[in-house]
């Protein structure tokens, strides 16, 4: 069985090397991010909640919300459950009718929907060990006090060897 490590969204950037952005979590204690790759829209999607952008028209991550609430269902948690391939895969766990199911996901959704949902958001012990980045691994900067602010997410990600870099698909 997976150990998972409660983790929030610290912030979507870009990243300078690819120019794709990337989705950062944080442990409680901001010892340890995970990027994970992301596409456009699942980015925009996430940042607009963060940043408590009203949309006129629902997104779909909005959309997929509303329909949860609307048939009495929540959305509980949300874990990214493994790296296969260089690819991130995760599961939202949703409690519907006395019911809890289990529906496969990509990170990107299960994120947009938790920031939605302010559920918990989780990250298997052993994708922590193969993409996950500890403080001391970032250089000097001091993430318990500015992995709020995007400029130094992007500081974060420059500093970073270059094979961290496309090892992950989206």
Not at 2 to 21: E, K
Request: hydrophobic content about 45%; proline content about 5%; some cysteine.
């Amino acid at each position: 069985m997976n150990q998972f490590v409660s983790m929030r969204v610290s912030g979507v950037v870009m990243d300078p090397r690819s120019n794709l952005p990337v989705v950062i979590l944080k442990n409680e204690d901001a010892t340890c991010l995970v990027p994970i790759w992301i596409g456009v829209m699942e980015a925009s999607a996430i940042a607009a909640k963060l940043e408590g952008v009203e949309l006129p028209r629902p997104m779909t991550h909005d959309l997929v919300m509303r329909i949860i609430d609307e048939v009495g269902a929540k959305v509980l948690r949300v874990d990214v459950v493994k790296i296969e391939d260089s690819t991130f895969y995760a599961s939202i766990t949703i409690s519907a009718g006395g019911r809890l199911l289990e529906i496969d996901a990509r990170p990107s959704d299960s994120i947009a929907l938790a920031v939605r949902a302010g559920c918990d958001i989780g990250v298997a012990q052993e994708v922590i060990e193969e993409a996950g980045i500890q403080v001391e691994d970032t250089g000097n900067v001091d993430l318990a006090s500015s992995s709020e602010d995007p400029e130094k997410l992007k500081e974060i990600l420059a500093s970073l060897p270059k094979e961290m870099f496309g090892k992950w698909k989206m």
